[in-house]
């Protein structure tokens, strides 16, 4: 008896679609879906990009420079005082994005006096010590009483920044808020180099 040779063939057998392979594909475009509907979330509520406009927040943030911003953040938790914050100035749209530091938070009484910060009646020790004296006390020269829901925000840079000392941005409610920075890229110098933060 003559054993017959394996030949290759271009004929192969047809595949039957089973309830396995149907149950496999479909568990791989949930899975799909679910991905990137997870990654939509995250980039919505974390990857907000704003450039940094102007020299209120040097050194802790320079012009151009793109920051992150956390969209999330204020939805669950309120800013606290030293959160760098974006926000709309009274909720205008068309105004470009302000990124500043809260200094005082609902409940609080906010004044400057002789170019000092003082809340709660207290001179703001780490802010005497850190930052400049205040050529301008703006509204804020007389006491500042925070209701619910109410910031006051200043620039790092304080006698070049347009803040809650100023009667056109005033104090910021939760409402005109955009999110909490959360991180920094570098930004390019004017020398056209790159400097990483």
Request: net charge negative.
């Given at each position: 008896m003559r054993r017959k040779?394996?030949?290759l063939t271009f004929h192969q057998k047809k595949q039957i679609i089973t309830p396995k392979l149907i149950k496999e594909i479909l568990s791989w475009v949930f899975l799909s879906i679910i991905t990137i509907f997870v990654a939509f979330l995250c980039v919505f509520f974390f990857g907000m990009q704003i450039k940094v406009i102007g020299?209120?927040?040097?050194?802790?943030?320079?012009s151009g420079q793109t920051v992150l911003v956390n969209r999330l953040a204020y939805k669950i938790f309120s800013p606290k005082q030293g959160d760098v914050i974006v926000f709309l100035p009274n909720g205008n749209a068309n105004s470009h994005y302000y990124i500043k530091r809260?200094?005082?938070t609902p409940g609080d009484r906010v004044q400057?006096?002789?170019?000092?910060?003082?809340?709660?009646?207290?001179l703001a020790t780490e802010d005497d010590?850190?930052?400049?004296k205040m050529e301008d006390a703006g509204i804020a020269a007389n006491e500042i009483k925070l209701g619910s829901g109410e910031y006051f925000v200043l620039g790092d840079n304080?006698?070049?920044?347009?803040?809650?000392?100023?009667?056109?941005?005033?104090?910021?409610?939760?409402?005109?808020?955009?999110g909490k920075v959360w991180f920094k890229f570098g930004y390019e110098d004017v020398s056209g180099g790159f400097v990483i933060n």
């Open positions: 040779k394996n030949t020299d209120s927040m040097e050194p802790s943030e320079v809260v200094v005082a400057i006096n002789d170019g000092c910060l003082y809340i709660n009646g207290y010590e850190k930052y400049d304080r006698n070049s920044s347009e803040d809650s000392r100023s009667a056109n941005i005033g104090i910021v409610k939760t409402n005109m808020l955009i």
